[in-house]
């Protein structure tokens, strides 16, 4: 049973250009998270999706965007990208109603 | 706003030594989970507590959530190198989980 996949695993992006992270949530879970570590740092959360629509958002731009397949699976898109956006982000998944989430290795982005 | 603070940031011990991790807060959650990252990786879930005053133990590690399902902290029994990394706690309110700051366990041999 495959546990949660992202790709790629690293990102080099200068400013201004476009990034897009993808996540396959792990085999039954149907709502997937993605969060943004800086280093040292806690994750934050950027957005949830269940069903295929955005269902909660933290406190991040428009420029963080995303969007969930019929298969669960997930991307994290980010526009117009800036230096602060250099970060580790994670992608969660669980099964709806249970608290429990597990995460996947992560995509490091750096920003030039 | 960070929900969540953690006690100690960073924690430097020998080998042996017991130590206990704080996770507190002024807001309630359904349930706080516990996680160890490595470098560069994922946090990897170590438990989820759900009931106000749970205790639970995985092998030297002891898990506790508060009456009031505010705080939980985490013990440690004769620390070992393998036990370094990142702990992080996360609390869970509706779909949303929110992370504390982290504290930066080094176990020395």
């Known amino acids: 049973d495959a546990g949660v996949t992202q790709s790629p695993t690293h990102l080099i992006k200068t400013r201004g250009q476009q990034v897009t992270l993808r996540c396959s949530p792990k085999?039954?879970?149907?709502?997937v998270s993605w969060y943004q570590q800086a280093l040292g740092q806690g994750p934050q959360f950027i957005f949830q999706y269940y069903e295929e629509e955005e269902r909660q958002r933290g406190n991040f731009p428009d420029r963080f965007s995303g969007h969930q397949f019929p298969n669960y699976s997930s991307e994290l898109n980010v526009n117009a990208l800036l230096l602060g956006d250099s970060a580790l982000y994670l992608c969660?998944?669980?099964?709806?109603?249970?608290?429990?989430?597990?995460f996947g290795p992560g995509t490091r982005l750096l920003v030039l | 706003t960070q929900l969540l603070e953690q006690s100690p940031q960073f924690l430097s011990i020998q080998e042996g030594e017991n130590l206990t991790v704080y996770c507190n807060s002024s807001?309630?959650?359904?349930?706080l989970q516990w996680y160890r990252q490595e470098p560069g990786e994922g946090p990897v879930l170590l438990v989820t507590?759900?009931?106000?005053?749970e205790v639970k133990k995985l092998k030297r590690l002891t898990f506790q959530f508060g009456d009031a399902r505010k705080d939980s902290s985490l013990h440690i029994t004769a620390a070992q190198p393998g036990d370094t990394g990142l702990y992080l706690c996360?609390?869970?309110?509706?779909?949303?989980?929110?992370f504390g700051t982290g504290t930066s366990l080094t176990v020395i041999p």
């Open positions: 085999s039954g879970h149907d709502t």
């Open positions: 507590v759900v009931t106000g005053g």
């Open positions: 969660a998944s669980r099964l709806t109603g249970v608290e429990t989430q597990y």
């Open positions: 996360a609390g869970a309110q509706g779909n949303q989980f929110y």
């Open positions: 807001s309630v959650f359904s349930s």
